[in-house]
């Protein structure tokens, strides 16, 4: 597994993460005996970097997180505030950072958290003065080693990568989501700012798994945010419109060896663009986790994997089916 810089802070962490919404049990029930075999399988797969918040499961993911970091030391852990409150640039203050940040350490059992998000706030917030100083002020008082910015827009992380105290921008990058490429990991690589890519198998399009007739539970948001009912349109299917997301992944998983399954594919080409520092898939099962790991396989000389061309149907692919409706967004 490649292991790579986070930013500027000494850290290194894997190609390819472990995003932990799922072990909320946010979006379909996860045992607390599958969510940590599902960190066990991810860290004997090479995996140092867990993605993680406040609000998956009300701290059920992070409190998970925490029993496995006792005996698992050497684990880069990102998690994130923000959500726990109505998303109004007012409610963004000092005294709200600090009792976050105290409610994440005590759920992860650590002195300092490694790196704290804000959770997609609103834009006033990723442009105001007075929260990164706030920021700063966590990381002088020891309560965190280091902070970023989960966004929802290109715009808003490329206002994020300009503030000289960020490590990282979490934002949607995947085969459907192409606009990153523009700007935004151009000016991370340049800032030295860490790209953590999220969303990138588009909550399971780019599993290859699905049909027409997949449904999801009804506590889904698959199910109940299809148009932005509950939160950002884009965070479910990426914003893709379900029947042309299946007919986009019909197309890539097509031209793929039979070695090499979409998913795999799809990390691997995230993780290869210049920018990336780490892709975070999720995962509920032991059998996810190995094959989201097994992804960095593909980045290796000898894999068998046709990364320019995959790289260019891609981009085909996106040109022509997906590009009028998601490039103007987000």
């Known amino acids: 597994m490649q292991q790579r810089p986070l930013g500027r802070t000494g850290r290194q962490v894997s190609a390819i993460g472990l995003g932990t919404w799922q072990l909320g049990a946010d979006w379909g029930e996860v045992s607390e005996t599958d969510a940590l075999a599902v960190l066990e399988a991810s860290t ?3 995996v140092t970097l867990f993605d993680t918040a406040d609000v998956y499961g009300d701290g059920r993911s992070e409190t998970f997180i925490g029993s496995f970091l006792a005996s698992h030391p050497g684990i880069t852990v990102a998690t994130k505030m923000g959500r726990r409150v109505e998303q109004l ?3 963004y203050t000092p005294a709200a950072f600090v009792a976050w940040t105290d409610r994440s350490r005590r759920n992860l059992g650590v002195a300092a958290l490694d790196l704290v998000q804000l959770h997609c706030p609103p834009t006033g917030v990723i442009e105001s003065d007075a929260v990164y100083d706030a920021l700063d002020a966590l990381v002088e008082s020891g309560a965190i080693q ?3 910015v989960s966004v929802e827009t290109c715009d808003q992380a490329l206002a994020a990568i300009a503030r000289p105290g960020v490590t990282n921008v979490q934002i949607i990058f995947n085969p459907f989501r192409l606009k990153p490429l523009d700007e935004v990991l151009p000016a991370a690589a ?3 700012v860490a790209i953590f890519a999220r969303v990138p198998l588009a909550s399971g399009l780019l599993s290859g798994k699905y049909t027409a007739q997949t449904t999801f539970a009804a506590n889904d948001h698959r199910t ?3 148009h932005g009912e509950a939160f950002d349109r884009g965070e479910t299917f990426s914003g893709v419109e379900f029947a042309a997301g299946l007919a986009a992944a019909q197309e890539l998983a097509a031209a793929l060896p039979e ?3 979409l998913p795999a594919a799809t990390l691997a080409w995230i993780a290869a663009q210049p920018g990336v520092t780490t892709v975070i898939p999720g995962a509920r099962n032991v059998a996810q986790a190995e094959a989201n790991a097994a992804a960095a396989a593909l980045l290796e000389p000898g894999s068998g ?3 320019p061309g995959f790289d260019a149907l891609v981009r085909e692919v996106y ?3 997906l590009r009028a409706d998601i490039h103007p967004h987000w």
Do not use: I, T
């Open 44 to 46: 004997a797969a090479g």
């Open 259 to 261: 070695s090499v399954p």
């Open 224 to 226: 109940y945010n299809r």
């Open 305 to 307: 994997f046709d990364l």
């Open 146 to 148: 280091a902070y970023g």
């Open 89 to 91: 640039v007012e409610n």
């Open 319 to 321: 040109d022509r089916d």
């Open 190 to 192: 340049a800032a030295e």
